[in-house]
């Protein structure tokens, strides 16, 4: 299935741009559906030559060390980029990607963006914000992993949901828009699952963990606080 120009207009790096704009890339796009836990790119596969977006649902970036032990490095929503290296890289894929809820991935041949960016540089500037900021995370994330507690961890994993997914009024109290099962929680900050739960217990006073990841929010000031290291 084709995208159409609002389906492309809803991708960060064209919004803003006009149907006109878009409309010479509409017959070289692609829109696939995929199931939750579908796996969209295995790690080091090799990558078709393509701009890769989520159109819908959510996506979880991962990756597994020689042990075994699976970390997630990023959860995208709609309107993001990832695969990057089919773009500009060595075209294998740097991560294994998942479907975190159902999703549709939409694909836009890199010959026919190339051309698009030729007449359109602000569209390069825009996918050159998207790589910096996917650097600082990358930084912020490494860095943490090896120097920060991870109480500060799962504080500042929280904080990040409460500000890019918003909170919700449920009869629970404020609530995380998007749920952060245990599991997620724990690949996505380097600990077990064990130490994810101890975690939250002693957080009890400003966050409280309910099934299916659920997360209510207590005390939004102390959560910051500590997300900050203090």
Do not use: W
């Not at 579908?38 to 393509?50: G, M, T, V, Y």
């Not at 959510?58 to 959860?75: F, H, M, W």
């Not at 799962?154 to 990040?160: D, G, K, V």
């Not at 952060?180 to 996505?188: D, E, K, N, V």
Request: contains cysteine.
């Amino acid at each position: 299935m084709q995208a159409t120009t609002e389906q492309l207009q809803q991708i960060s790096i064209f919004s803003g741009l006009e149907p006109e704009q878009l409309a010479d890339l509409e017959p070289h796009t692609v829109i696939k559906n995929y199931r939750r836990g579908e796996i969209i790119l295995h790690e080091s596969d090799r990558l078709p030559a393509k701009l890769f977006s989520v159109l819908s649902g959510t996506i979880q970036v991962k990756k597994t060390a020689s042990t075994g032990k699976e970390t997630i490095l990023r959860t995208l929503s709609a309107g993001e980029l990832f695969a990057a290296p089919s773009l500009f890289g060595n075209g294998i894929s740097p991560a294994t990607v998942v479907s975190d809820r159902d999703c549709q991935i939409l694909t836009v041949d890199r010959a026919v963006l190339l051309e698009m960016i030729r007449q359109n540089p602000e569209v390069a500037l825009r996918i050159l914000v998207v790589m910096n900021d996917r650097l600082q995370h990358l930084h912020n994330t490494v860095h943490g992993l090896a120097s920060e507690r991870a109480i500060v961890r799962l504080a500042r994993l929280i904080h990040t949901s409460v500000v890019e997914e918003g909170t919700e009024t449920t009869t629970a109290g404020l609530c995380l828009r998007s749920r952060l099962p245990y599991y997620q929680i724990a690949r996505s900050i380097g600990i077990t699952y064990e130490e994810c739960v101890r975690l939250f217990k002693q957080l009890q006073p400003i966050v409280s963990y309910h099934r299916g990841g659920q997360i209510v929010l207590r005390d939004r000031h102390k959560l910051e606080e500590i997300a900050a290291g203090d």
